[in-house]
Structure formats: structure tokens, C-alpha cells
């Protein structure tokens, strides 16, 4: 089974875990400058969040010393509040990346032209106690239209800088546009990134509105290149299928899915969703396998989810006789991205779910379409008429929570609780998650 194709999350609670990639200083305090740059300025005004590594500043500390490497960061943080609109934020995330934040100029779209600007001033030499320091640096970059968290939107930035630093640096990237591996690359490196352990699964929880409990985790592949860096599923899914490895993948996650259970079983009954694509929710081999693991490691039923996207669900006989050897051997089956469209219904009736997802990541967006709410609030009822459980996916914001909650939706899932974290973190990070849900949920 896989994953979730949609997010590309990076580790950590609430803000917090500090993995290789993921700055060393946890940028609390920037985080609350975003949010007060978002109190002062109407959605007229976009926001850009950039992250800056200077590339080479490790090999020029070693040359300056600590004292001079401190006026060199001083001197950097002076010439990008020369080229940003103010007011600007700034903080140091690592020691060598450097989170600014600032107003686009009006008629700015995103903030390319603002990383070009920042890119040539940190390119000019530097002068620092007689010595001359020559850097270069990755820069990434998201827009914000007062519509995205906040811990997203410099995720989003920090992804983009580290595409381009793991190509060498000395470039600009962007949120909107990351770069994806050729095709070709992909399907060269894939068939032995299990052996050379690069795919690894993560966790995203999923709490409950009516108690606060956390009641399942959400498992998420994730594959890590050392030369590709992090390579997001919907790049690298297509070429498992065309080089038939769905299977493999799908016995592997499994495997590390049951050894996971074992490892966290004195948390008590969890429940965890694997997401199926289309080629394993056509192949019989894949529900065996599931069923022949659930029933020699005596998994309880209910503890293993599969969530299928509605618009793989075939549109026969064939769904029913699938969603029922699911059932029959203790799988509970969840339909996503749920709507209140006619194959949503045709597929509902079929697949007779435990739960339907909604996907409430673009509600309150500047880019939401008119009915939107209106069509996911549809479809909450829909459900929750024939005794489905709801749960909203995506939900980064207050505001967001609020919405899903007013409908009756049943669980919650997103940014706003916890972003992913590796799955072998969860027997420490349990414990922390819960405590954010109550103080979220408030119940």
C-alpha cells in the first residue's frame, strides 16, 4: 500500500524535531513574526517567506574565526534589508541560513525578481576584519495569500532552498515550481533504493472533535536520494508502477508497518491508514498480502486502514467484491477526497466505507472556488446520513477547524495538529501529540 501523494511534509510537532535537513534553531520566534507581518497587512498584500543558505559560510568561518564569522552574518542580514521591502523580518534558522520575511512590492507575483536582487547583493565580495569572503547561495522561496499555516509556508521555502543547495547551490527556487528528476533518473534509481535504505515511512495523526484523542496515524512514504534529495510520491510513484515495483514497495511498507505495530503496542489499540493506489487496488495480490499479514502476526481488526481515493474506485461489481474481502479480513476501508459529486456517491454506496475524508486544505483561500465550502459541506452530510464517520485532511488553520467542525466532521487531520514525523519517532512523540490535540480541541 502507499501513501498519501499530496503533501510533502517535512518532520516535526507543532513546530518542533529537528531531523539533518531541518534547521538547528527552531524558528519559533520567526514563526511569530509571520504571524504579526499577516496582522498589519490586508490579503492585498502578498507575503513572501524566503530562506537563504549561504553555501560556502562554513568554509569561510574556518578561514575568519568565530569573531569575524559573527560580523559576516552581521553584514549579510545588512545588505538582504537592503533589497527587501519593509518592513522585513529576519532570523537566523542554522548557522547558515538565514529566514526573512517581507512585503512583495506591488504588482509582484511571487518573489522571484526579489531573490534575484538578494542573490547578486550576497554574491558581491565581502569585507570582514582584512579579509575578503566570496559566498554564494541556495535560495527558496513561498508566497503567502494569508491562507496558508505558517509552519507550511516556511517548510514550503525551506524545501524549495535544499532542492537547489542539494544541486550544487548557487540558485533560486521556489515553492511554487520545484524542480522534479527527469524520468529517466527516477526510474535509474529506484529498483535499489530499498536495499540502500532510502525509503523510510512517516506518521501524520489524526484526532477526534468530539474527545481529542489522537485515534489513528496516517503512514506516508517518503524516499530520500542522496544526490535527488527528497523525492516527493507523485514523482516517483508513476516510475515504481512502470518498472512494476508497486508490489515490492507495498510488501515493504507493510512489513515495516507490522514491525511498527509491534514496536508501539504498549500504546494500546492504534489505528493506521495505508493508501492505496490504483494498480494495487486492482491487483488480488495486494489485498491477499494484507490479509495473509493481518492474520499471521494477529493484528486486530480495525487496527489497519486502507483509504482509496474515490477516483480510482471502479465503477462495477468489482469494488463491492474488493471493499468486502477487505472487511471480511479485518481492514477498514476510507474513501478520500470526497465531495458531493455522483461518483462520490456511486463510489459511497459501492465501497460501503467506515470513513470518508474531505480535503479542507483550500477553504478561506483567496483562490477557493465560490461553492466550495458549500460542496464539502454537502458531502459531510451525505456521509454522516448513512453513518459514515468524516474526517477533514488538511487543515492548517484556525479558521479552517472552525469550518470542519461546524459540519460534524468527526476527526481532523493537518498542519495545525502536527506535521509528519518518521514513524520510528512515534513511542517519544505520542505523548506530545495528544497533549497538542487536547489544547487544541479543547474539549
Known amino acids: 500500500m502507499d501513501p498519501d501523494t499530496k503533501d510533502t511534509p517535512s ?3 507543532g513546530g518542533s524535531g529537528s531531523p539533518a535537513d531541518t534547521p538547528a534553531i527552531q524558528p519559533v520566534a520567526f514563526l511569530a513574526a509571520l504571524e504579526e507581518h499577516r496582522a498589519h ?3 492585498a498584500h502578498l507575503l513572501a517567506v524566503l530562506v537563504i543558505r549561504l553555501d560556502r559560510f562554513a568554509h569561510a568561518c574556518e578561514n575568519i574565526g568565530p569573531k569575524r564569522a559573527h560580523e559576516l552574518r552581521a553584514q549579510v542580514k545588512f545588505r538582504v534589508t537592503a533589497v527587501a521591502s519593509m518592513p522585513v523580518a529576519m532570523q537566523w534558522l542554522g548557522p547558515a541560513d538565514l529566514g526573512v520575511a517581507c512585503v512583495l512590492p506591488d504588482g509582484a507575483e511571487n518573489a522571484q525578481a526579489l531573490s534575484q536582487a538578494m542573490a547578486a547583493e550576497l554574491g558581491r565580495p565581502f569585507q570582514v576584519g582584512g579579509f575578503e569572503a566570496f559566498l554564494s547561495c541556495s535560495i527558496g522561496s513561498a508566497v503567502d495569500g494569508h491562507d496558508t499555516g505558517t509552519e507550511r509556508l516556511l517548510q514550503q521555502a525551506f524545501d524549495a532552498m535544499l532542492q537547489i543547495n542539494r544541486r550544487g547551490g548557487a540558485g533560486i527556487g521556489t515553492a511554487s515550481r520545484p524542480a522534479t528528476p527527469r524520468m529517466a533518473t527516477l526510474l535509474a534509481a529506484l529498483p535499489s533504493a530499498i536495499e540502500r535504505s532510502e525509503l523510510s515511512l512517516q506518521l501524520q495523526p489524526r484526532a477526534s472533535l468530539t474527545t481529542s484523542a489522537i485515534t489513528a496515524y496516517t503512514v506516508r512514504l517518503r524516499w530520500q536520494h542522496p544526490l535527488l534529495g527528497r523525492v516527493a510520491p507523485q514523482d516517483f510513484l508513476p516510475a515504481a508502477d512502470a518498472l512494476g515495483l508497486m508490489n ?20 494500546g489499540p492504534m489505528q493506521f491508514t495505508l493508501l492505496a493506489t490504483s494498480s494495487q487496488l486492482q491487483a488480488d495480490d495486494s489485498i491477499g498480502m494484507l490479509r495473509r499479514a493481518i492474520d499471521s502476526n494477529q493484528i486486530r481488526p480495525g487496527q489497519i486502514c486502507v483509504e482509496v481515493p474515490v477516483d480510482i474506485v471502479p465503477d462495477s461489481g468489482e469494488a463491492t467484491d474488493k471493499a468486502r474481502r477487505l472487511r471480511d479480513g479485518g481492514v477498514r476501508i476510507a474513501l478520500a477526497d470526497f465531495t458531493d459529486s455522483e461518483a462520490s456517491l456511486r463510489a459511497l454506496a459501492r465501497v460501503q466505507p467506515d470513513m470518508v475524508t474531505l480535503d479542507a486544505r483550500h477553504l478561506g483561500h483567496a483562490s477557493q472556488r465560490p461553492d466550495m465550502a458549500a460542496s464539502l459541506r454537502r458531502a459531510c452530510e451525505w456521509a454522516k446520513a448513512r453513518g459514515v464517520a468524516v474526517c477533514a485532511k488538511g487543515v492548517e488553520t484556525q479558521a479552517q477547524l472552525d469550518v470542519v467542525r461546524s459540519w460534524g466532521c468527526d476527526t481532523m487531520q493537518g498542519f495545525l495538529l ?13 505523548a506530545a501529540i495528544t497533549e497538542r490535540a487536547r489544547l487544541l480541541l479543547k474539549t
Open 11 to 13: 518532520p516535526g510537532v
Open 41 to 43: 497587512f490586508s490579503p
Open 418 to 430: 502536527a506535521q509528519p514525523f518518521p514513524a520510528p519517532w512515534l513511542m517519544q512523540t505520542h
Open 248 to 267: 515490492v514497495i507495498g510488501g515493504w511498507t507493510l512489513q515495516q508497518l507490522l514491525q511498527l505495530l509491534r514496536d508501539t503496542a504498549a500504546l
